[in-house]
């Protein structure tokens, strides 16, 4: 089986747009992509002092990334991603978009 990087490398540069959006989403929902949501910017000054940090010291991450591009972050936001785990059932991770 094809990797998505490689089916989208042998596509014609003359698709529309609509296409690649469809991969794109195609791909988020891939059982691997964990879920990715942006936190609204009048909670995050709430979690980060239930979680007792700045937020600056998040682990970063490009607004870039194929997994939050879709979301259209902004420099400055806070994703939360929830991924599945064996020992929790789920975890949840922050990240501020750069």
């Known amino acids: 089986m094809l990797s998505l990087d490689v089916c989208i490398a042998s596509f014609p540069k003359n ?3 609509d296409f690649l ?5 195609e791909q ?3 059982y691997l992509v964990p879920e990715h949501a942006l936190i ?3 909670k995050v000054a709430e979690l980060m002092a239930e979680l007792g940090i700045k937020k600056e ?3 970063r991450i490009s607004r870039m990334d ?3 591009k879709l ?3 902004e420099k400055g936001d ?4 929830i991924r599945d785990s064996l020992t929790a059932g789920q975890a949840i991770y922050y990240r501020r978009v750069i």
């Open 15 to 17: 698709l529309p747009g």
């Open 21 to 25: 959006v469809e991969v794109a989403i």
């Open 28 to 30: 988020k929902r891939h």
């Open 40 to 42: 609204r910017k009048e």
């Open 57 to 59: 010291s998040l682990p």
């Open 66 to 68: 194929p997994a939050i």
């Open 71 to 73: 979301l259209r972050p």
């Open 78 to 81: 806070v994703v939360k991603i």
